[in-house]
């Protein structure tokens, strides 16, 4: 995945949009949420990492610490039930995203998991259905199969918590997730799990036009900054999450390093809103925003 063009062609989107500034009446600006009915401080979220105790000591309940200390929701991908047990300990707002595991009864006992567990919420990426090769993939000895909308559909009606779509990059899978009664998307190409994968961005408003506000938004890939996590937001993501980029500070730092990296985009994130007068998240449209053609 690593060697994916997709990651290079995805950056090199976000470095093509250039913003224009506004500071005549310009104020400064608040980065406050809700999502799901709960406030957090920044709509800069946790990517759904996984492994991260191979990595770092306690990696998956301090990247957890890390985004509760910083007021940010955090996603997390697959693991064993100490480690969702681990990260909602800690306090913070966690979305457990399940495998699409071949078995459904798998499934099923996932989410309920997260349920049992105390997260905030559940959802599938669905894009880890197929191998390179074409057929279903096999994650770490554990067969992977693509779902249909009524399966997705049930997955959905198991659980009174929110139900999170990841691994959306087509206005027809968005689609679906409506029809399904999804409470969100992340727009995302598991950071080159396909190569030529379209930057989430670029296909990002069109996914807004077509689900409009019936949906949250997310979305991932490259977001690093501040400034990233803006592009989002003005071309219709209504909050991002930042994966790789909180690896390095985790392992240097624990808990206190993904809190002081999500509290440093955040503050890239403000700087950036008030010097082109946006105050509130709401207000951010695309307005500002040029593509880079010289
Ligand atoms: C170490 C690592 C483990 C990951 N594990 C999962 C996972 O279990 N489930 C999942 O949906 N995504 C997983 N992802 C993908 C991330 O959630 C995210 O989509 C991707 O890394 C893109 O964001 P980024 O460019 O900010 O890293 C993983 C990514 C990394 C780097």
Sequence with gaps: M?????NKITREYFDSLLLQMRHIDS?????GIVLFGQTFDTPIATAALSHLNNTADNGMANMARGALMAGALCFSGMGETEEIRAMCRTGAKVIKIVK????????FAKIREAEDEGAFGT??????????????????????RSKSL??????VNSTDLPFIVKGVLSVSDALKCLEIGAAGIIVSHHHGIMSSAVPPLYILPKIR???GDRMTVFVDCCIESGMDAFKALALGADAVCTGRAIIPPLKENGAEGV???LLAMTGELKAVMSRTGFGMLKDIDDSVIVKRDF
Excluded: Q
């Design 123 to 144: 959802g599938m990426d669905i894009d880890h259905a197929f191998g390179s090769n074409g057929e279903y993939d096999n994650v770490m000895g554990l067969p992977m």
């Design 209 to 211: 036009e077509a689900v």
């Design 2 to 6: 690593a060697d994916s063009d997709s």
């Design 27 to 31: 104020k400064p600006a608040d980065t």
């Design 100 to 107: 699409p595991h071949a078995d459904n009864s798998v499934v």
């Design 150 to 155: 009524e399966e997705m559909r049930s997955f």
């Design 259 to 261: 809190r002081d990296k």
